[in-house]
Nanobody
């Protein structure tokens, strides 16, 4: 069964840190562009970061540059999102997704959501004092 499972979310105070994990089963993450997304209540889902399959090129939304870092550990088939200096506006459900086999270009934050074929169930991140 092809599956993505996110973990690591929780409640954190402003300025704090969290590391999210995206573990895959049934396929190899290193063969796909992997993206992290978030959705706040009443807002559209937005891309946060992505990592390419071939050269581990990364891209970030302007709102998280310098604070978030995406990385991949092929040995455990997992992609991570390290989040630092968290702000209340970072609150939302965070999802990871794998681009479909038809997406042969590298990672770019502008990749349309419909190009991502497999999605996890999401993990809640709440930044509040």
């Amino acid at each position: 069964q092809l599956q993505l499972v996110e973990s690591g979310g929780g409640l954190v105070q402003p300025g704090g840190s969290l590391r999210l994990s995206c573990a895959a089963s049934g396929f190899s993450l290193d063969s796909h562009v992997i993206g992290w997304f978030r959705q706040a209540p009443g807002k559209e889902r937005e891309a946060v970061s992505c990592i390419s399959s071939r050269d581990d090129f990364t891209d970030y939304a302007d709102s998280v540059k310098g604070r978030f870092t995406i990385s991949r550990d092929n040995a455990v088939n997992t992609v991570y999102l390290q989040m630092k200096s968290l702000k209340p506006e970072d609150t939302g459900v965070y999802y990871c997704a794998a681009a479909g086999d038809s997406w042969v270009a590298g990672c770019a934050i502008e990749i349309p959501l419909y190009e991502y074929a497999r999605w996890g169930q999401g993990t809640q991140v709440t930044v509040s004092s």
